[in-house]
């Protein structure tokens, strides 16, 4: 999903950017009311744990691989705004020291891999688990269909990008059937690795996945101070 330098024209490009970095300054506005002491710590190991899986590809099809975007991952367990500002800084990393992406797609990258995937991926999330019953299954479930989701959708976001300023001459059919079809795939994938990776927190501390924690006993979600009722 990494967008390299030249791929979009620079009017696309710079819109991009300020769509990007408006949705990070925001998400930093939010994230400073909503991210509790409890959860701060996770947003770096997140950060961490997708900084490293992205560096693994997995094959796809017809000679493709595909790795994790993380941005629904991210959302899942510390918040949509935490969330989104933990990929960005990722993509940041990797733009900065591997030239991964480029420079010039960075806005281009931190939309499609952190910010549309980030909140459509924990928007979808949310509703599946408001009509499922409350309990870990329902959470595990939801966050694959829902990262699965997640990759299907930045990837039409890219074909709609590519189709307002791409450089390139290939037919829009070609590029949509390419994108969707092999992103399809790269879904599963990243739907299963979310699922097993909340599924695992879960398991040991459901009080640090912030899509779970109406499920954990006497917890108040809210502000950072993040009181438990009953706490001294």
Not at 52 to 66: E, R
Not at 112 to 140: D, E, K, Q
Not at 144 to 172: E, Q, R, W
Request: with cysteine; net charge neutral; proline share 4%.
């Amino acid at each position: 999903m990494h967008v390299p330098d030249g791929f979009l024209n620079a009017g696309v490009s710079v819109a991009t950017g300020v769509v990007s970095a408006g949705g990070i300054g925001y998400s930093l506005v939010r994230a400073k009311e909503t991210l509790s002491e409890r959860l701060a710590p996770m947003a770096g190991l997140v950060a961490a744990f997708i900084f490293a899986v992205q560096m693994l590809n997995f094959p796809v099809a017809a000679g493709t691989s595909g790795h994790l975007l993380g941005g629904a991952l991210a959302c899942i367990v510390v918040g949509p705004w935490a969330g989104v500002i933990a990929v960005a800084v990722v993509l940041i990393v990797q733009g900065l020291l591997f030239a991964d992406g480029g420079l010039t797609a960075l806005g281009t990258n931190i939309l499609l891999i952190a910010i549309i995937p980030g909140w459509t991926g924990f928007a979808i999330f949310r509703g599946i688990r408001s009509f499922l019953p409350g309990n870990n299954g329902s959470v595990i479930g939801a966050s694959f269909v829902a990262a699965f989701a997640s990759v299907v959708i930045a990837s039409i976001g890219f074909v709609i990008l590519y189709a307002i300023g791409g450089t390139g001459n290939a037919p829009m059919g070609t590029v949509f059937g390419a994108m969707v079809g092999v992103h399809f795939l790269v879904g599963i994938g990243e739907g299963l690795i979310t699922a097993l990776t909340v599924g695992a927190v879960l398991a040991v501390r459901p009080d640090l996945v912030y899509g779970a924690q109406d499920l954990v006993p006497g917890l108040t979600v809210g502000g950072p101070a993040d009181v438990a009722v009953g706490r001294s």
